[in-house]
């Protein structure tokens, strides 16, 4: 099942990674175990953060995904259930819909 990821970093711990020189190293590794098929970095609600796309054949991989996340910048970590447009497709709102009018 696919999930968008989203991730916010509170400043101190992330800000000390970013002066002492290892927030390059910790997000690569970070990056490499999890293996997104997408990031985007960005700023949301004034803090840094970013959102990736991630594939899990199992709930339980939500700890592995999150857990460097914690442990390495005191992140939140968000998992959100998405849609391709074929999986909407295929769940036929029109039918829906009809059933709900």
């Not at 970013?18 to 293996?35: R, Y």
């Not at 592995?64 to 992140?75: K, M, Q, S, T, V």
């Amino acid at each position: 099942m696919r999930f968008v990821v989203h991730v916010s970093f509170p400043p101190e711990k992330f800000n000390q990674a970013v002066l002492d020189g290892t927030v390059a190293a910790k997000m690569g590794k970070i990056l490499e175990e999890m293996k997104p098929e997408a990031a985007y970095f960005c700023s949301k609600d004034g803090k840094r953060g970013g959102f990736l796309i991630v594939n899990m054949n199992d709930v339980s991989e939500m700890a592995r995904l999150a857990e460097p996340w914690y442990l390495n910048f005191d992140a939140t970590v968000e998992f959100m259930p998405t849609m391709t447009p074929a999986d909407l497709q295929k769940a036929d709102l029109d039918s829906i819909g009809k059933k709900w009018k």
